[in-house]
């Protein structure tokens, strides 16, 4: 079984969210299982030049899209066991960062184009392609359009995964047509039109094979009116072909007994993990203590994230609760300028950390007790994963991924490896917050509760098997022909 991962980011190579560490990390996991599983993605000026040096040359084309003609030059290397292709093309992507920039649509397009020929230089023809998110989401439509009877991609199938669906590739149509080189006909309603625009994401929705998301409950939440970014129509209408794969981690990247960011290395001795707790403390400025409950948080601030809760509650839970909050994000500001008064205003209780520092996160994985994360909306998650693999209990609310990962804990039964809530609303997550500093407080249920969840087997094994269950349904029927238009 060939997989070939078509993807705008993938780490070690470059990244600014959550879509490279699953297009790092899901293709390893992939090859252990003996699925050849490779990755294309566009040569960025960002890419370390430690990287790219070990990179050589396949072939150099060109990609006609349109009336444009486009050089294009292919490379290869191998990171981990998995083979990485690169795009490379200096007009498009010698550039500081990876998006946000007026051209973005040509840029993709010509990515997508560029994927597509591509394949007739590789060493391996893939049996599918595996698109992420609305930069790759016209390789679908192309491939069942432009290259419907190319030999090259001869009964390959494609699956497009959602791990955001709120970005969506909004562009003008006529821009689109002009890229595409195609006409009104296809951005009708049932194509590539939506809402008086044109959407790169509805060309992976509409023309592939196969959907996934990240999670169980995200699928689901889609196909409602207001998780659906209004395309909760077309992902009913589509719900058969649509399935939600929970994200996983590396757990050789993040693991608690051989992570140098740690002072002291454990796995599932809370006395061990709480002498980190203290190494935490004096490394912020917190006064020392093994006993008091830590809170930590690390994310975005921005409202999606649910700080207008955190914020609403913080002061009173400082106040009134023998606890320690420490924090690090970096995202709107009137969350940043809030939580540094907080710091000023409660030195021994509360400390924060703006900007991003991998170190600082993983230690305030491994020195806190609690982790919270009261989403808004969260289509997997990977921090709640990253919490319960460091031992640290998530307090969260019952959206999405964080749903189908995090189990309230029963006092009745012993079962369950967190905290959550599921109105969005302040008083819910204050209740929830002290229940879980209420039960910190009892050695033995914690220990419980903290044994469940490093009962979990949240690493990337886990979706792989999941993976290769959809890729062996369609391979079963992939030499069916659909009825879909043929652009000559």
């Not at 625009?197 to 409602?224: F, H, N, P, R």
């Not at 809760?309 to 300028?337: N, P, R, S």
């Not at 012993?414 to 008083?427: D, I, R, V």
Request: net charge negative; with cysteine.
């Amino acid at each position: 079984m060939n997989i070939l991962f078509a993807t705008s980011e993938a780490v070690p190579l470059a990244k600014t969210g959550g879509l490279a560490d699953v297009a790092g990390a899901l293709p390893k996991a992939l090859n252990k299982r003996g699925v050849d599983t490779r990755v294309v993605l566009p040569k960025y000026d960002e890419i370390p030049a430690a990287l790219i040096g070990q990179f050589e040359q396949v072939a150099h084309f060109t990609v006609s899209f349109s009336w444009r003609n486009q050089y294009c030059g292919l490379l290869r290397a191998e990171f981990d066991g998995v083979i990485y292709y690169l795009i490379d093309n200096e007009h498009y992507f010698k550039r500081k960062g990876l998006y946000g920039y007026g051209d973005d649509a040509e840029r993709f397009v010509f990515f997508c184009f560029a994927v597509m020929e591509a394949v007739r230089y590789m060493d391996f023809h893939p049996d599918i392609v595996h698109c992420h998110d609305w930069q790759t989401g016209l390789i679908p439509f192309l491939l069942k359009t432009r290259y419907y009877y190319d030999p090259a991609w001869a009964y390959t199938k494609s699956v497009f995964t959602i791990h955001n669906l709120k970005y969506q590739g909004l562009f003008g149509i006529d821009l689109l047509m002009d890229l595409l080189g195609v006409g009104y006909d296809m951005f009708q309603a049932d194509s590539l039109e939506f809402h008086g625009a044109g959407s790169c994401m509805k060309g992976g929705l509409v023309y592939a094979d196969k959907l996934t998301t990240v999670s169980s409950t995200y699928a689901e939440e889609i196909q409602t009116e207001y998780f659906g970014e209004k395309m909760d129509s077309l992902l009913r209408y589509r719900s058969q072909d649509l399935i939600g794969i929970v994200n996983g981690i590396d757990d050789e990247l993040f693991d608690p007994m051989n992570d140098r960011a740690l002072e002291v290395p454990y796995r599932d001795s809370l006395s061990r993990k709480r002498k980190n707790k203290v190494e935490l403390q004096r490394e912020l400025g917190l006064p020392l203590s093994e006993d008091i409950p830590l809170v930590g948080i690390v994310s975005r601030l921005v409202e999606q994230k649910g700080f207008d809760l955190i914020a609403a509650t913080l002061e009173e839970l400082l106040l009134q609760e023998d606890v320690q909050f420490v924090l690090l994000g970096a995202g709107d500001a009137k969350y940043e300028q809030f939580f540094n008064d907080m710091t000023y205003r409660y030195p021994d209780k509360f400390k924060v950390w703006i900007g991003y520092d991998d170190r600082l996160a993983r230690r305030i994985y491994a020195g806190s007790d609690i982790f919270a994360m009261p989403s808004q909306f969260e289509p997997c998650g990977l921090s709640q994963l990253l919490a319960l693999r460091y031992r640290s209990v998530p307090v969260v609310r019952e959206t999405g991924g964080l749903k189908d990962t995090v189990q309230a804990y029963n006092e009745y039964t012993g079962e369950g490896n967190g905290f959550s809530f599921a109105n969005y609303n302040a008083h819910d997550y204050m209740y929830t917050m002290r229940r879980a500093l209420a039960l910190y407080r009892n050695e033995e249920v914690w220990k419980q509760i903290v044994s469940n969840g490093s009962n979990e087997d949240y690493s990337w094994n886990r979706s792989a098997k999941a993976y290769i269950s959809v890729y062996s349904q369609l391979l079963a029927h992939r030499k069916e022909k659909e009825s879909w238009p043929v652009i000559l």
